[in-house]
């Protein structure tokens, strides 16, 4: 069974920073991309940033310049730095992987259950 569990969410104002992390536990044979997604309310769920396990990282035109995405290939551990912060990043922020585990021989997306940020102004 994998798991991947977020956390770092909160409460910010307008301006300020958080930083989320993303652990997969359990299974794992190999991590392909992972990614943060983002769905605010009465809105479709988006992404925010996404990263191979090498190299390639996409963000969001929105979040250009504010976050950072990173992955701690050996802890199967990703991160989002998110800087001056603004009322509209304010949503529930759910962390996804590409994942095959010990026991299938392809790759499987999973999700986390969702941390909320709140950013007020």
């Known amino acids: 069974q994998v798991q991947l569990v977020e956390s770092g969410g909160g409460l910010v104002q307008a301006g300020g920073s958080l930083k989320l992390s993303c652990a997969a536990s359990g299974s794992i044979f190999n991590i392909n991309t992972m990614g943060w997604y983002r769905q605010a309310p009465g809105k479709q769920r988006e992404l925010v940033a996404s990263?191979?396990?090498?190299?390639?990282?996409n963000y969001a035109d929105s979040v250009k310049g504010r976050f950072t995405i990173s992955r701690d290939n050996a802890k199967n551990t990703m991160y989002l730095q998110m800087n001056n912060l603004k009322p509209e990043d304010t949503a529930i922020y759910y962390c996804?992987?590409?994942?095959?585990?010990?026991?299938?021989?392809?790759?499987?997306?999973?999700w986390g259950q969702g941390t909320h940020v709140t950013v007020s102004s």
């Open positions: 996804y992987g590409s994942i095959r585990s010990a026991w299938n021989p392809g790759y499987s997306d999973y």
């Open positions: 990263k191979l396990i090498v190299g390639t990282t």
